[in-house]
């Protein structure tokens, strides 16, 4: 999962987790095993959002963010 982003006037709606949803659906169509999401470590809200879905946290951390902006990432797993 590279990015998953809703607009601030449409986020607590349930907007991500249908992306989300409709994501898991296309992989274990395609027979996909896991889902990994790179949450940045000062993004509590995405962070409890992947919890809220069933994703687990991974103890270690990213040195580097997506787009190598240096800020520390939590991996998130999801078996599906």
Same mark, same amino acid.
């Given at each position: &999962?590279?990015?998953?982003?809703?607009?601030? $006037?449409?986020?607590? *709606?349930?907007?991500?987790? #249908?992306?989300?949803?409709?994501?898991?659906?296309?992989?274990?169509?395609?027979?996909?095993?896991? &889902?990994?999401?790179?949450?940045?470590?000062? $993004?509590?809200?995405? *962070?409890?959002?992947?919890? #809220?879905?069933?994703?687990?946290?991974?103890?270690?951390?990213?040195?580097?963010?997506?787009?190598?902006?240096?800020?520390?990432?939590?991996?998130?797993?999801?078996?599906?």
């Amino acid at each position: &999962l590279n990015r998953l982003a809703v607009a601030d $006037n449409y986020r607590r *709606q349930g907007v991500g987790t #249908a992306l989300l949803q409709g994501l898991m659906d296309t992989h274990s169509f395609y027979s996909r095993a896991t &889902l990994i999401a790179h949450v940045p470590e000062l $993004n509590l809200p995405a *962070q409890l959002f992947f919890k #809220a879905q069933g994703f687990k946290a991974k103890v270690s951390k990213r040195p580097f963010g997506q787009d190598n902006n240096r800020e520390p990432t939590y991996r998130f797993q999801l078996d599906l």
